[in-house]
């Protein structure tokens, strides 16, 4: 849009230099057609639109311009799944603040219940992302056989590190001391890895910012992990952290959705001018503090005040996601 008073200006100064000098008088029609056939030749050029508002729209009617809004895309509902029945599961984050700079890594092992067996957070001091990472996954699978714990499901949501240990070669040289210890405890050990969507991966990842401050600990009791961490860690035991991926069909009222389809029969809705179904749970995770009741808690809409083992959650919303 911000192109369009330059080539307005452009042609004007065209359509006068053109008077002046040549003798050729344009009409007004002519140089509005023209100026339509630039905006139109720059539009299709554009391979998507990501900021648009009604004006916009306004504007690129009256010339008869079409835009290529962008594609709708699927929609992904994701969520921490527990193991199956027998099997645990290891989930794993490496940060480092800076790359490089001060690292962490840290880890939550859980059952098939979702129950807390053990929780880590380590400190690297200073070195890259993938190094962090790679240390993160060699300190939990070195506390699960020190505590005696086998048959592991990892998860890791720096798919390079699962590209690695699949392949079983790691391509950086600086790291392949790590490498060796990793090789070495994964002889003999019942284990599977995957990559895992780090939006998922609340509890690794901030037990790996608690391990960048600088912080070294072992957890053997769910009791013993700050709040916010504990916080994270009941939501995915009760199947309540869901993210739902952003929906990317444009829209600048509910009327320009009524074409988008939504699962369960629900009304999709426009939300900062893109078409969404409605959240299943609607949470704001800056809201985990401790709590003794509902009173204790301080949602912005207070009858989304819930107070679940001393967690403060917000929770509004209807049933069903898609």
């Not at 984050?93 to 001060?102: C, I, M, R």
């Not at 880590?120 to 020190?146: P, Q, T, Y």
Request: glycine share 8%; proline share 3%; with cysteine.
């Amino acid at each position: 849009m911000g192109l369009i008073p330059c080539l307005v200006i452009w042609r004007l100064w065209r359509r006068r230099c053109a008077t002046r000098l040549e003798g050729k008088l344009e009409s007004i029609s002519d140089v509005w057609l023209s100026i339509k056939h630039w905006v139109q030749i720059l539009s299709n050029s554009l391979t998507e639109v990501r900021h648009w508002n009604y004006s916009d729209d306004c504007v690129m009617r009256n010339m008869e311009v079409q835009i290529l809004l962008r594609k709708q895309k699927k929609i992904q509902v994701l969520r921490w799944l527990k193991p199956a029945p027998g099997r645990l599961k290891l989930n794993l984050d490496g940060s480092s603040l800076g790359n490089p700079g001060p690292a962490g890594g840290g880890g939550v092992l859980r059952d098939s219940s979702g129950n807390f067996i053990f929780g880590f957070s380590k400190f690297f001091g200073s070195c890259s992302n993938n190094e962090a990472e790679l240390r993160a996954v060699v300190e939990g699978i070195f506390i699960c056989k020190h505590l005696g714990h086998d048959g592991i499901d990892i998860e890791c949501d720096y798919d390079i590190v699962v590209s690695w240990i699949r392949s079983r070669i790691c391509n950086l040289w600086y790291l392949w001391d790590f490498w060796d210890q990793l090789i070495d405890l994964l002889k003999g050990f019942d284990f599977s890895i995957h990559h895992f969507y780090r939006e998922c991966n609340k509890v690794a990842d901030a037990l790996t910012r608690y391990g960048a401050s600088g912080r070294n600990n072992v957890f053997s009791s769910s009791s013993q992990l700050p709040g916010v961490i504990k916080g994270f860690l009941h939501l995915d035991k009760l199947d309540l952290l869901v993210v739902e991926a952003q929906v990317s069909v444009s829209c600048h009222n509910n009327e320009g959705c009524k074409e988008y389809k939504c699962k369960q029969g629900r009304t999709p809705h426009c939300i900062e001018r893109q078409c969404s179904c409605n959240v299943q749970t609607i949470l704001d995770i800056d809201a985990l503090e401790e709590c003794y009741s509902e009173l204790d808690c301080k949602c912005p809409l207070p009858t989304c005040n819930k107070c679940i083992d001393h967690v403060c959650l917000c929770i509004c919303g209807g049933p069903g996601g898609d």
